[in-house]
């Protein structure tokens, strides 16, 4: 069975300073990596997504994530983080599994930054 | 419109009435989903639309009750609530495909007195 794990429901960090996201996974089958953004009373927002390729991916909003495969991770990276970027990050992985594709979400990881 | 939209926003309804949830999407998909979002729980997915039929019902209650009347638009019926399904309920479409990124909503914020 497929599952996500984000070990840190929340993450305080400072503005400016740099912050990752945890995010590890486990699979039987291949899978495909996806990390949301949730602002507060709002919908989930694609940061970035890991198909194929190079294991490094960039995203929006100056977010970056690496694929490890032997490590089964997937963790989140901002160099320097601003105060908008406090909001909800979520880590799915995605599979193919019988008539559609399913999406499996981790529970999140609250990311608050303070001035 | 662009991307998936949602309405109502809100919703505060009693335990006894009958309510609708819309969602419609302007990307073209194939595919379409409700989820629930409860605070401090995982997302959880509810129902799956694949080409306008139900591919997916995760055991929820009869008294939530989705159509599709065609790719671009879904519904939740909503009647006989309780208070623990006040709760975001997410809409998102994505083309069926291995990789089929999710499209989201912004969601509706229900609340059943």
């Known amino acids: 069975a497929q599952s996500v794990t984000q070990l840190d429901s929340q993450v305080p960090v400072f503005e400016e300073a740099p912050v990752e996201l945890r995010c590890n996974y486990s699979s039987s089958v291949s899978v495909y990596l996806f990390w949301y953004v949730q602002y507060p009373n709002q919908g989930l927002q694609l940061l970035l997504k890991?198909?194929?390729?190079?294991?490094l991916v960039k995203g929006i909003n100056g977010f970056e994530a690496e694929f490890n495969k032997s490590q089964t991770s997937f963790h989140l990276r901002k160099p320097s983080v601003h105060i908008s970027d406090t909001a909800e990050y979520f880590c799915?992985?995605?599979?193919?599994?019988?008539?559609?594709?399913?999406?499996?979400f981790g529970t999140g990881t609250l990311l608050a930054v303070q001035p | 419109e662009t991307g998936v939209t949602q309405t109502p926003r809100h919703l505060v309804m009693g335990m006894t009435n009958k309510k609708s949830l819309k969602c419609e999407q302007h990307?073209?998909?194939?595919?379409m989903y409700w989820y629930k979002q409860s605070a401090k729980k995982p997302l959880e997915l509810m129902f799956v639309?694949?080409?306008?039929?139900?591919?997916e019902n995760n055991s929820v209650p009869s008294r939530f009750s989705p159509e599709c009347p065609n790719s671009s638009h879904l519904f939740l019926h909503l009647h006989t609530l309780q208070p623990e399904d006040s709760a975001l309920y997410l809409c998102?479409?994505?083309?069926?495909?291995?990789?089929?990124?999710?499209?989201f909503g912004p969601g509706t914020r229900l609340t059943v007195t």
């Open positions: 998102a479409s994505s083309q069926v495909s291995p990789s089929g990124e999710k499209y």
């Open positions: 990307l073209g998909h194939n595919a």
């Open positions: 639309y694949s080409l306008e039929e139900r591919v």
């Open positions: 890991y198909l194929s390729g190079s294991t």
């Open positions: 799915a992985v995605s599979f193919y599994g019988g008539a559609t594709n399913k999406l499996i």
